[in-house]
């Protein structure tokens, strides 16, 4: 697909974004536990009793302003989803600790999730792209000033979509803050810890941080924002590489970043100062900026002296994707979403690619839909439930191609990330990422570099931005001329000969016409 692409390190970092789908939260088993009680009031402040919170939070899901009252340090295995009605918390000077392997820790849609302190909460989720807060569909977190809230995620520390608001203390995960849409609001009243990006804001979203920015890993970035989005950050930026990338009327710190002569930036009272540096692409029909500061002594990324450097565009063309999509149609690995008047198919190639869409894609590319369609094993996700989708499923996670996002949810319809979909095609070229495996699953990137499967080019192509259906066509065909684990000479697309999925010539004729459109 034809993608903006400006700087490596900015296509480096963007593999770590991602999107979740959300599990609907379920009453459990009460805790009899006298260590775990809390009290529930109504909104006129009736006193339900004390139980278990495990209990006292089933309630939130059938009433709304309903206040939960910790009576003692409480340790909770789950994600705490807040979907149905608004949620007061009161810690009344307790701690509440939740460590989950749901990919949510709290979890707020549509409503208010709003924290009363004195006391301390602190959200993790170790799911494999956790989010410690997930705020989206216009809900709220809030917190009175005492209170504490430190999230933690595998992935993402806080993530806040569709123009929802979010408060916490402090944050950690690969990337720090995460927000995408305007009207998104997340301030962190304390510190960022990352490992790749501090904060990374779209789309005239706002995120305030009050304490530092400490990003860890030699390539990471302290902050990445665009289209309109605003940043301010009143301590410290520290990070191993650039300290901060911004572009299409971006503001960081109240100063609109692009003005001429280059604006020096000082990020807080003791942060660290720099100074801009223009980049410039050309997508063929109109030139734009990105401004890079890095810290005075460091000299300009890549070694480059100040001023406008153009950085070719060498992304692959649509017209080539197309045609690559052409060859995949004629072996049946690939169809489109309608047909035209001439009745052939549409691709749509700049459409998004949901999970359950990519998963069918990749059943295809094993030459097993049939099977599929045919398989009655059991699903374990309770989110696919129309007849259509459930043997796909079903028999995918019965081969072991798809894990789900959490043991009890599949996030059919949100959008495929190219770490997940790579994540499908390595695994049915037979490598792992079970325990003690080929690879992890935050590693699924470089493995398909290490065997070959992508390039350089083509990794950041598919990784810069959203993964869209002409993004799967291209790592599609890269996986079917790829080599099968512990096979010297068999390609995947040789297993689908061996299958009698397709002729020999046929395949022939496949990678004849790929390796012309190269």
């Known amino acids: 697909m034809r993608r903006k692409k400006v700087l490596s390190l900015i296509l480096t970092l963007a593999m770590v974004f991602s999107l979740f789908t959300v599990l609907p939260m379920t009453a459990r088993a009460a805790d009899s536990e006298e260590s775990d009680t809390c009290e529930v009031f109504d909104d006129s402040n009736v006193s339900q009793g004390t139980m278990s919170f495990k209990d006292a939070w089933s309630l939130t899901m059938s009433n709304d302003n309903y206040t939960v009252?910790?009576?003692?340090?409480?340790?909770?295995?789950?994600?705490?989803?807040?979907?149905?009605n608004n949620i007061i918390l009161d810690l009344n000077g307790k701690t509440l600790t939740i460590d989950t392997t749901w990919d949510s820790a709290l979890d707020v849609q549509g409503v208010l999730l709003h924290v009363i302190g004195p006391g301390t909460l602190n959200a993790r989720s170790t799911h494999h792209y956790g989010s410690g807060a997930y705020v989206f569909d216009g809900g709220q977190l809030t917190k009175t000033p005492d209170a504490t809230i430190n999230v933690t995620g595998t992935d993402y520390g806080v993530r806040a979509f569709d123009g929802s608001k979010a408060?916490?203390?402090?944050?950690?995960?690969?990337?720090?803050?995460?927000?995408?849409?305007?009207?998104?609001?997340?301030?962190?009243?304390?510190n960022i810890t990352a490992t790749y990006i501090g904060v990374l804001a779209y789309n005239s979203a706002t995120v305030t941080v009050n304490g530092n920015v400490r990003v860890t890993d030699a390539d990471g970035c302290g902050v990445i924002a665009g289209y309109g989005a605003s940043v301010y950050v009143k301590g410290a930026i520290t990070s191993g590489g650039a300290y901060i990338v911004f572009w299409d009327n971006a503001v960081f710190a109240d100063v609109p970043v692009g003005e001429s002569p280059y604006p020096s930036i000082v990020a807080g009272p003791n942060g660290v100062s720099g100074n801009w540096y223009e980049y410039s692409y050309n997508d063929g029909s109109?030139?734009?900026?990105?401004?890079?500061?890095?810290?005075?002594?460091?000299?300009?990324?890549?070694?480059s002296q100040p001023g406008p450097v153009v950085i070719e565009d060498e992304d692959t063309p649509l017209s080539t994707i197309t045609s690559y999509a052409d060859e995949l149609y004629k072996l049946g690995l690939f169809k489109g979403t309608a047909t035209d008047e001439e009745g052939k198919p549409v691709y749509s190639l700049e459409g998004p690619l949901t999970r359950l869409q990519a998963l069918i894609l990749t059943i295809r590319l094993l030459g097993l839909e049939e099977e599929a369609l045919a398989y009655t094993g059991p699903n374990p996700f309770k989110d696919v439930t129309y007849s259509a989708n459930v043997p796909y499923v079903a028999f995918a996670y019965g081969r072991g191609i798809t894990k789900g996002v959490s043991a009890a949810a599949f996030g059919p319809d949100r959008p495929v990330t190219c770490r997940e979909f790579t994540t499908f095609l390595l695994r049915i070229l037979g490598y792992s990422d079970d325990a003690g495996g080929d690879f992890k699953y935050l590693e699924a990137l470089n493995m398909a570099l290490g065997i070959e499967m992508y390039d350089e080019d083509l990794l950041a192509d598919l990784s810069n931005g959203e993964f869209l259906r002409g993004d799967a066509v291209a790592a599609m065909v890269r996986a079917l001329l790829t080599l099968v684990k512990d096979f010297d000479e068999k390609l995947l697309i040789d297993t689908l000969v061996e299958a009698e999925v397709f002729s020999q010539e046929a395949a022939d004729a496949f990678i004849e016409a790929i390796t012309k459109l190269q």
């Open 167 to 190: 408060t916490v203390t402090n944050a950690i995960g690969l990337t720090g803050v995460d927000v995408r849409d305007a009207g998104d609001e997340v301030t962190v009243e304390g």
């Open 69 to 84: 009252k910790l009576l003692s340090d409480i340790e909770f295995g789950y994600g705490l989803y807040a979907h149905y």
């Open 286 to 303: 109109n030139e734009s900026f990105v401004y890079v500061l890095v810290k005075s002594s460091g000299g300009a990324p890549g070694g």
